[in-house]
């Protein structure tokens, strides 16, 4: 099939996602009476922000004083001083607004005795720039990513935002002067490509976790967007920052909210103690993740590990009362229940850190713009293209997210893009031409998986490469490590063209849509070693054995990883909006 | 462990089959979810839903042994063998375990599922006390998987006409919030002999739901709440 014999469509713009990011930015757009369509592989509240369950941080103060600066300080330096601080600055100003506007449309935050928003605490949250813990979490309950994605549909389907469901984005389309103008998706029920042009496109594909064998994430977690911006002549940013979550049910992944900790709840090993006092004797069990996660594989690895193969901790909340545990955190309990077998009001839940969070993604500013290096300028935006949520790298994370930051990060930005696009379509009112070779690598990467014969499964493959970024790239890495993780993962990406799909049917082929995502892996797998290897320093989740330190002359910078191999490195934006800098500090909790 | 798994492919079947599968190699311990992936590497053209394996999402709705549930939360254990899987009942099959949801998204969509609220926005939250807030416990959970409204023989009959149970129980969800304003129109909205008054209290909806939700109840609540705005 030739690109001439697509159907086409246009449309004002283009968002490719429909979990949190995507809805919030369509929302925006759709109030402002722009054209929009919101792509997605899957109907919209199955995407992965419905998994969410903490909640959502914001300075409300309804539970005990608080302040967005002391939230900006706590998250710049959760962020391991990788984070930008304008950004930060600009997130956390607007949370409180942001968590407002939310319960408005509809969500079903918990309350407390006064009828205002419940708030917990969690990990890395202080007072007054380092002092008591604070308790900023924005909560109902343990389903707060369902109730905002749920709520974020609803107000979609009132502004009547346009619903492609079930179509899944292959690649986008570019023309000679670099302007993005829309994608090539697949109609997944008939199989057939379709051409969706917009002068503006958004990707909100959300995290790839399905680089690692045990991870929190779902099955279509595989960072498509940040996939496709890299095969669009993008560099990625800082994929070596990946987070391991400390409370993932151990050898199964599903995750343990930090809420569980905020509630009061904390960590044993073998022996009962309570270890984490050891390592961050301030904050205890709520320090930030990489922390706790170190820890954790510490005592596994020093022989406390609990069960007969001593390759867990315990997480233990029964001490809460089955109130506290029913009300606040049913969800967890009903987890616990089905996949650890135990029913946590009486006895401790086994966990392990587990693939959580991806802190790197595609180069954005504080707008949502897609930039890149050019010439003169580490940050030119490409014209038309836009990124949000876990798949964009603004950078509000840096080296290390903290909880509660990411439904922020989608809401904040994902509603910044959608005015910003607004104001760009105001002044790009017509569409650019579109001409067929736009289409045509898209269409070659299809045709690709139509050989048939002998070859490798795409499950195997799959399968292999998430046991490669476990073993290469895990909790702790070292260059000896490393290389051979480079190696291996290379070798993988060469042998994803022997691939062959045995299924050639059209409707509803699930096999095929496993492929084009497996190809998107593999990218996203090597440029992860790749940039692990380069970075000689220990900073947030990157923790290097054998450079056990942070190295703030040499790496306070931004990695970027183009498709062809090459690393280079921009600056950090130290400077904020409008308060001062927070320089460089130790980290302790 | 044997299963017995709907197959049905528009471009080369003319009519839908039962396969037999055999896995040897299974942990009686694992969800049904793993088994349909094992099943699936070996013979890739076996097409179902799934996301996010924990119960969350909505995604895996099947009929498992004659009841509608989940594949990522009921384990094998559970079931008796051979494990027979199809698609939901009552919705047109797109593919092996794939049906089309469009009718009952439809009907969600019909209800208007979104807060609506004609008084001006304060600054800050609307207040709800916890009383207040607790009435939507069991309500707001519901993942739209769709077992409740295809295990309903009045949904069978009228899909396009009656609501059914997932779309009654979002209305309900509405309705008992406290800082919703729209509780005339959405009564209105649900009168005549279908929409909701199709509902016979089969009680199959709260009998199969994953998330322990009830929609029979609040379909009994607007009825209640409707009687009460007449007089
Ligand atoms: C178990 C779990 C618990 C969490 N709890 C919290 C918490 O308590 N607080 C917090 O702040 N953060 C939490 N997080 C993190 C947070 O939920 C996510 O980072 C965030 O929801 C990501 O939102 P998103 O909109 O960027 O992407 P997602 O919600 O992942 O949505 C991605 C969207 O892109 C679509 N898509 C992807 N690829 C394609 C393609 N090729 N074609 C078409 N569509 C595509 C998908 O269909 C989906 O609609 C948690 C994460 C996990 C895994
Ligand atoms: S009420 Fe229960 S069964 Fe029905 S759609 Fe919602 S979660 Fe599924
Ligand atoms: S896969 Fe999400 S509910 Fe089963």
Same mark, same amino acid.
């Given at each position: =099939? ?32 722009? %054209?929009? +369509? ?17 909640? =959502? ?6 539970? =005990?004083?608080? %302040? @967005?600066? @002391? ?19 600009? =997130? ?56 905002? !994605? ?118 044993? %090993? ?12 301030? +904050? ?24 007969? %193969? ?70 030119? +935006? ?24 990411? !439904? ?154 183009? +498709? ?26 | 462990?044997? $299963? ?23 942990? &009686? ?5 793993? &088994?349909?992936? *094992? ?8 097409? $179902? ?6 119960? #969350? ?15 990522? /939360? ?8 051979? /494990?027979? #899987? ?7 099959? #797109? ?36 009383? *207040? ?9 519901? /993942? ?25 129980? *979002? ?25 909701? $008054? ?23 609540? /607007? ?9």
């Amino acid at each position: =099939m030739s690109a001439l014999d697509i159907e086409r469509r246009q449309f004002d713009t283009l968002v490719i996602g429909a979990g949190g990011g995507g809805l919030r930015a369509a929302l925006q757009m759709s109030e402002a009476e722009a %054209n929009v +369509a919101v792509v997605s592989k899957v109907f919209p509240t199955r995407s992965h922000t419905v998994a969410a369950q903490g909640g =959502m941080n914001a300075a409300l103060g309804n539970v =005990m004083p608080d %302040n @967005w600066h @002391w939230h900006m300080y706590d998250t710049v330096k959760g962020s391991d001083y990788l984070g930008d601080q304008d950004a930060i600055e600009y =997130m956390c100003r607007a949370a409180s607004h942001l968590v407002v506007e939310l319960e408005h449309a509809g969500v079903p935050f918990s309350r407390l005795a006064n009828g205002k928003i419940y708030q917990r605490a969690f990990g890395g949250q202080s007072r007054d720039f380092g002092g008591e813990q604070a308790a900023r979490t924005c909560a109902a309950a343990d389903r707060t990513g369902h109730a905002i !994605l749920h709520a974020l549909y609803q107000q979609n389907i009132r502004a009547k935002t346009h619903f492609f469901d079930e179509y899944f984005a292959i690649d986008l389309l570019k023309d000679d002067d670099g302007y993005i103008l829309g994608a090539v998706v697949l109609c997944i029920e008939t199989g057939e490509p379709l051409i969706i042009e917009a002068k503006t496109t958004l990707l909100a594909t959300g995290g790839v976790g399905q680089l690692f064998r045990t991870n929190t994430n779902a099955r279509i977690n595989t960072g498509d967007g940040i996939a496709m911006a890299l095969r669009a002549g993008i560099p990625v940013q800082d994929m070596e920052f990946f987070q391991f979550h400390p409370t993932g049910i151990a050898g199964k992944g599903m995750l343990i909210t930090e809420g569980v900790r905020g509630e009061g709840g904390y960590l044993v %090993n073998k022996n009962g103690e309570r270890f984490m006092e050891r390592y961050a004797p301030h +904050a205890k069990d709520l320090a930030s993740r990489d922390v706790v996660s170190r820890a954790i594989a510490i005592e596994v690895r020093e022989g406390r590990g609990c069960g007969p %193969n001593a390759d867990h901790v315990m997480l233990k909340l029964d001490h809460l009362g089955p109130e506290v545990i029913k009300k606040r955190l049913p969800g967890i309990r009903d987890m616990a229940m089905t996949f650890a077998h135990v029913d946590p009001i009486d006895t401790a839940i086994p966990v392990f850190p587990t693939a959580h969070y991806t802190m790197g993604g595609i180069p954005t500013n504080r707008y949502g713009q897609v930039v890149i290096p050019f010439e003169q300028s580490a940050e030119e +935006a490409i014209p038309g293209l836009y990124a949000v949520g876990e798949c964009a790298c603004v950078s509000v994370h840096g080296a290390n997210r903290l909880g509660g930051n990411s !439904l922020l990060d989608i809401v904040v930005f994902g509603r910044a893009a959608g005015n910003h696009v607004i104001e760009y379509l105001k002044e790009n009112r017509y569409h650019r031409p579109f001409n067929d070779s736009m289409a045509e690598e898209a269409m070659q990467r299809i045709g690709q998986w139509q050989k048939t014969g002998e070859g490798e499964s795409v499950d195997s493959l799959r399968a292999e490469l998430q046991k490669a970024m476990e073993h290469y790239c895990g909790v702790f890495r070292s260059k000896e490590v490393l290389t051979e993780g480079v190696e291996k993962v290379r070798t993988l990406v060469a042998r994803v063209k022997d691939a062959r799909l045995k299924d050639q049917s059209k409707i509803f082929n699930t096999a095929r849509i496993e492929a084009l995502e497996l190809e998107n892996l593999m990218g996203l797998g090597l440029a992860t070693v790749e940039c692990a290897l380069a970075r000689e320093e220990s900073r947030g989740a990157h923790s290097r054995v054998d450079y056990p330190e942070r190295d703030d002359e040499r790496w306070m910078k931004h990695s970027l990883y183009h +498709a062809n191999g090459h690393i280079e490195y921009k600056p950090v934006r130290t400077k904020p909006m409008t308060v001062d800098s927070f320089p460089p500090k130790p980290r302790v909790y | 462990m044997r $299963f017995l798994i709907h197959r049905y492919n528009p471009e080369t079947d003319k009519k839908p089959r039962m396969q037999e599968y055999t896995l040897a190699d299974i942990n &009686a311990g694992d969800m049904l979810l793993d &088994a349909l992936f *094992q099943i699936k590497e070996e013979d890739d053209s076996l097409s $179902f839903r799934r996301s996010c394996g924990e119960g #969350v999402c909505g995604s895996d709705a099947m009929n498992i042994n004659g009841r509608n549930g989940l594949a990522c /939360i009921t384990p094998l254990n559970s079931l008796k063998e051979p /494990i027979e #899987v199809r698609p939901l009942p009552g919705l047109p099959i #797109v593919r092996d375990l794939v049906v089309d949801m469009r009718p009952f998204y439809h009907q969600y969509r019909s209800v208007k599922p979104w807060l609506t609220v004609h008084d001006p926005e304060p600054e800050t939250e609307y207040l709800q006390t916890p009383e *207040q807030r607790d009435q939507l416990d069991g309500l707001y959970e519901c /993942i739209l998987c769709g077992a409740c409204s295809t295990a309903c023989p009045s949904f069978w009959w009228n899909p396009d006409k009656f609501r059914g149970p997932a779309a009654l129980l *979002q209305s309900w969800r509405f309705l008992a919030d406290s800082r919703d304003q729209a509780t005339a129109e959405r009564l209105e909205e649900l009168e005549g002999a279908y929409r909701l $008054f199709r509902c016979h209290s089969i009680m199959n909806c709260m009998d199969v739901c994953p998330k322990g939700l009830n929609p029979t109840k609040a379909i009994g609540n /607007i009825k209640k709440m409707m009687l009460k705005h007449l007089v």
